[in-house]
Structures are given as structure tokens and as C-alpha cells.
């Protein structure tokens, strides 16, 4: 009895898959064959040549011994190196003075005031402190010197590195009045 069940699903499978494939002979091709017969038909044409390329010419930079078009002639260079370096360093023995930890983009002029003939600048710091600061007074990390109290300024002279080994250079900065 058991071999009667095993036998009939198979043999239904088989009917099954033998009457799909009969289906797919039957399908009509005619017109794929037809345009395959009107291709072959046709004469060949004729294939053009590759192109002929002509072979890289490798240039070669001659002027790497040459000094950069962007930097100054050599001896001006020596010379101002010299020169900055002979006169400009920063005072290293001095006491650091209290603006002196902030940058000075983080500083701003509020008012200025004359004391007994002497201008000073009102200064505020990043924290919210004001200071009075006069000329010769330091601010700023770079060595920055108060040269000049103006009415509505503070121009100082800043001390840094021309990327040199000690080699040093005086940047001018100026903070403005801010309005209120």
C-alpha cells in the first residue's frame, strides 16, 4: 500500500513536466528567423582601420634647479633673514603681564580715558574683566606691544616667528573702538 502512494505523485510530477515542455515547443519563432535570414541576407561592409596615434612625448621640467617664481631672489631673502633676526627677538626675561594669556581677536577696545596726561585703552577680556592697558604694555601670546593709544584704536606690534630657527619678524594688529 505504501509503495502504490509513493508511486502516484511521481508519476503525476512526470505528466506534469513532460506536458509543459511539449508547451514550449510549440511556441512560434517565425519572425525571429525572418529577421535573422534578412541580416544575413545583406552584403558585409567594410571595417575601418584602427587609427594610428603618434607616441607620447614625455616633457621633461628643466628649470627644478631654478629658484620659485613665488619666492624673493636669494640674496634678498638672506638679507632680510639677516637683518630680522640681528634686530627683532622677544624679551624672554620680562614678566608676563595678565593679557598677555588671552588671544587678541578675543579682546575688545570699550573706551579709552587720559589720566594725569597718559591715554589709556579700556580693554575687555573673554571672561568679562576690563583692564586699562597704555603704550608699553604687552597683550596676546605673540609678545603683541602697545605702540599707540588712539582715539578710537589701539595699535600694537607683535613679535613672531618667520618659521625660522630663531628667526623673528613684527607683525602690526590694531583693535578698534567697539560701539556700544
Known sequence: MLNKLTTVPGTASLILSV????????????????FVDDKSERPGGLIEPIPTFTAYEAFTYSATSMRS???RPIEVVELTTLRLRATVAPERTRPKEFLEQFSV?????????????V?????????GGIHRVREGNYLGPDHGKVVDVGDGYIAIME????GTLNGWVERPRTLELVAQ
Open 19 to 34: 506536458g509543459l515542455l511539449s508547451a514550449c515547443g510549440a511556441s512560434n519563432v517565425g519572425d525571429l528567423q525572418q
Open 105 to 117: 581677536d578675543s579682546l575688545s577696545m570699550v573706551g579709552r580715558l587720559q589720566r594725569q596726561g
Open 119 to 127: 591715554e589709556w585703552a579700556l580693554l575687555r577680556d573673554p571672561i
Open 159 to 162: 613679535i613672531v616667528t618667520d
Open 69 to 71: 617664481p613665488f619666492d
